[in-house]
């Protein structure tokens, strides 16, 4: 069997395919299983994958007819044979050695769950690196790594982790939802009970035209806001922390929250696209009073009570 399920999501990815395959194809950890999920590509998307399943007998491929990246991750699970699974998206690649490391760091200690870093890459400039990258392993307890994820001190992206497949047993992506990784990656956390941390970034995360994070429209919006609404009843409700752990925690996400929350409303052009933006706003009522923000987030605040 082998040690690690790599499912990919595709969708009218000719043109970056091979790049990512290829940097699979490539780890250093050769005992894995390469799961490409093409989902309603109108290009040759499908044709490349049945053509690296020709060549490479890790590799198995899924078609299915409906385009959606969540769905796609949930029937790849479903068929992964391996305790442990990774995802990746089909325009992003990988260091050679992200998951003999991170593999090997989860299963000398026992863990459930292992993050690393990633870094963004452009076509015309250079790299950005957002985290320290000092290459520290860090056994963490999930409250500590839940902390990290809502304080934006490690990524929020699934690409970045190896997980148990277990959890998807009673789990899965919300499907049919833009921003899923914020929705979904803390729940895993959550579910945890050992974790652990790599500060390297392993993931290169490409900022290309047209993906979801550079095309912004109403729904975009609104799915952002309503996972940042998610992940602040979470942590309002949550008996892991203590309420000054609360407030602090909660800072990055209030702030998040409004700001998408404000631009969700501006977008809102139909009758039912601004009910669901202002049902939104009521959920201002989570927001903590002793939550410190930034006069920005304060100044939105009071815009979207005065105006929503």
């Given amino acids: 069997m082998a040690k690690v399920s790599v499912i990919v999501p595709v969708h009218n990815m000719q043109d970056y ?6 940097s699979i194809r490539n780890q250093t950890l050769y005992d894995i299983e390469i799961i490409l999920v093409e989902n309603a590509s109108t290009d040759d998307s499908l044709k490349i994958c049945q053509e690296y399943a ?4 890790r590799i198995k491929v899924m078609h299915l007819d409906i385009g959606d990246l969540s769905t796609a991750r949930n029937q ?12 990746l998206d089909s ?8 998951y003999e490391i991170l593999y090997t760091f989860a299963v000398e200690n026992e863990l459930d769950m292992v993050c690393a870093n990633h870094v963004m890459v452009y076509d015309n400039k250079p790299p950005r690196y957002n985290y320290k990258e000092t290459g520290e392993k860090i056994v963490l307890t999930p409250k500590e790594l839940l902390m990290m994820n809502f304080g934006h001190k490690v990524p929020l992206h699934s690409g970045t982790m190896i997980v148990k497949r277990k959890f998807f047993d009673t789990m899965q992506f919300p499907e049919f939802k833009y921003f899923e990784d914020r929705a979904f ?3 895993l956390i959550a579910a945890s009970e050992r974790v652990g941390y790599v500060d390297k970034a392993f993931y290169y995360y490409y900022q290309r035209e047209g993906s979801i994070v550079h095309s912004m429209n109403w729904k975009k919006y609104y799915d952002f806001a309503h996972a940042e609404k998610e992940r602040l009843e979470f942590i309002m409700h949550s008996q892991m922390f203590t309420d000054e752990e609360r407030r602090k925690i909660a800072k990055k996400v209030t ?15 139909t009758r039912e696209q601004k009910k669901l933006s202002r049902k939104l706003v009521h959920s201002m009522s989570l927001i903590p009073e002793e939550c410190k923000l930034k006069m920005k987030s304060r100044f939105y605040r009071k815009v979207i009570k ?3």
Avoid: Q
């Fill in 54 to 57: 020709e060549v490479d007998l």
């Fill in 255 to 269: 702030e998040t929250f409004i700001s998408k929350l404000l631009r969700t409303n501006r977008k809102a052009k």
């Fill in 91 to 98: 325009d992003d690649s990988i260091s050679p050695d992200m």
């Fill in 17 to 22: 395919l091979a790049k990512c395959v290829e």
């Fill in 306 to 308: 005065a105006l929503y």
């Fill in 76 to 87: 790849g699970v479903r068929i992964a044979t391996s305790d442990y699974v990774a995802f």
């Fill in 185 to 187: 990656t803390y729940l």
